[in-house]
């Protein structure tokens, strides 16, 4: 048994999830493979949203796994950082709006 | 940086043995991943067959004014290997009598060879279709004595396909070394004045894109898009058209591969991402690539591998095209990066 929750080489075993339930596995990764590809958006710009997204829901495997495809995109560290802030904006700001249901709550129980 | 080649360190991978064990032994010995050899019996491609002979691909010697990180060739200025006149001269009686249409020299940087100009000269008598050379580009903007290259290209209607890793100045320095990016986009300003690369113009000018580190290039057309319009609004440049090439586990990318551990995530991508189409169009069925010495390979990186053709004919002084035709093309694991998404040959793509 692995000594730690995650292990980098895991990552290569994804496709395996399929063994367990072909059908779900299945419909998944075709549904993921359509997701990625060239739309109103561009793959380039899906790569940017993909890793913001996996910074923000905190997946290591993600974020390697989309570090990785930004350079064989030619996405450059700037443009990889900035859409990571603005992950992290988000996040931040939907704890911070957060703060008003907070104030509501307070100012309804305070006399 | 590297500012020395292998051979010049001494370093164990300036050994084509010491490569090869690597690139046999270890996670393919194990079991863990697949020979090619095996792969490629799967779709009964094994052994692999020359097609028609359409490239001849010469190096003319591993001299290069650079020294790339990646590069399979394991080039730089303290390479001292040269293809001789007398060498050339027995590849221009081949040229003649070929049916190759495609003509290639490589190197290093194959300007720096004393014959290199007298060579193009007779080489283009010969009517060759299309006629290449692998400039590196900052050669032309390294010394006074190259500042004309690019008249002499034209001259000669040279094809030129010149590296370009990335179009901001940081990816493609940490690559090729400082002042490169510089260098290169004043040497394609002087390209695109001769009328290089200009859309309707006959004077081809290519890049070729290589990922500068342990990645696998993306999609062609689309980097090919990005190039564009990067070099075109930074600095006016227009080029024909992108190759994305895959770096192959040779020389200083495998050294590179391993030093940064990243040579078994790498090997794995590598096969993850075989593609079977791919292996009927591998470049080594319609190449043959020449070394500075004279012997026959099946390709550039079978050369650097010295996998010298398992034929009869091994030198390009022997040289008969129906002999050579009736080989099997050396193999090994290096091969995935052939075959890997959409392929990669020194023309970009090939699935
Ligand atoms: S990759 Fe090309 S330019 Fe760079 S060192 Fe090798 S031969 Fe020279
Ligand atoms: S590395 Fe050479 S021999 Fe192997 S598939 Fe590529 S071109 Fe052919």
């Known amino acids: ?56 829901v905190k997946c290591p495997y993600c974020i390697d796994a989309y570090t990785k495809d930004g350079l064989q995109k030619g996405i450059t560290k700037e443009e990889m950082m900035e859409a990571v802030h603005v992950g992290a904006a988000i996040e931040s700001g939907a704890t911070l709006v957060h703060g008003v249901q907070m104030m509501n709550k307070y100012n309804k129980l305070s006399m | 940086m590297a500012t020395k080649s292998l051979k010049a360190q001494g370093d164990e991978l300036a050994v084509s043995n010491k490569q090869l064990e690597i690139l046999n032994g270890g996670i393919f010995a194990d079991g863990e991943l697949p020979y090619f050899k095996d792969k490629i019996n799967q779709i009964g491609q094994f052994p692999l067959r020359p097609k028609k002979l359409e490239v001849l691909q010469i190096n003319v010697g591993y001299m290069c004014n650079q020294v790339c990180e990646h590069c399979h060739v394991d080039a730089g200025p303290d390479r001292k290997e040269i293809m001789t006149r007398e060498t050339m001269k027995q590849c221009l009686e081949v040229i003649k009598n070929t049916g190759a249409h495609t003509l290639d020299l490589t190197g290093g940087a194959p300007e720096m060879n004393p014959h290199f100009r007298w060579f193009v000269e007779e080489a283009a008598k010969a009517g060759i279709k299309d006629f290449i050379v692998r400039s590196n580009l900052t050669i032309i903007r390294a010394n006074k004595k190259y500042y004309d290259l690019p008249d002499f290209f034209k001259k000669h209607n040279v094809h030129v396909i010149s590296s370009m890793p990335h179009w901001t100045r940081g990816k493609t320095d940490k690559q090729r070394g400082d002042g490169v990016f510089d260098k290169s986009i ?61 770096n192959l586990p040779i020389a200083r990318f495998l050294d590179y591969l391993i030093a940064s551990e990243n040579y078994e995530d790498y090997m794995y991508a590598l096969v993850e991402a ?48 129906d002999i050579l035709n009736d080989r099997n093309i050396i193999i090994s694991q290096h091969c995935y990066g052939c075959t890997a998404g959409a392929g990669s040959s020194c023309q970009g793509t090939v699935a």
């Open chain 1, 1 to 56: 048994m692995a000594d730690s929750y995650y292990d980098p080489k895991d990552l290569r075993k994804f496709g395996k999830i399929t063994e367990w339930s072909e059908e779900l596995g299945t419909k998944f990764f075709d549904y993921y493979g359509k997701v990625f590809e060239e739309g109103a958006l561009s793959a380039r710009e899906k790569s940017l949203i993909a890793l913001a997204v996996s910074h923000v």
């Open chain 2, 186 to 246: 004043k040497a394609l300003q002087e390209l695109n004045e001769r009328g290089y690369g200009m859309p309707d113009s006959e004077l081809r000018l290519d890049l070729v894109y290589n990922p500068s580190g342990a990645y696998l290039p993306g999609d062609q057309t689309a980097m090919e898009k990005d190039f564009k319009k990067a070099l075109k609004e930074d600095f006016g440049i227009q080029f024909h058209n992108l190759f994305a090439i895959t």
């Open chain 2, 274 to 321: 075989y593609n079977p189409a791919a292996v009927a169009n591998v470049m080594c069925t319609n190449t043959i690539s020449v070394s500075w010495d004279g012997w026959l390979y099946d390709c550039d990186f079978n050369q650097m591998l010295d996998l010298k053709v398992a034929s009869k004919v091994k030198h390009i002084k022997d040289y008969n095209e």
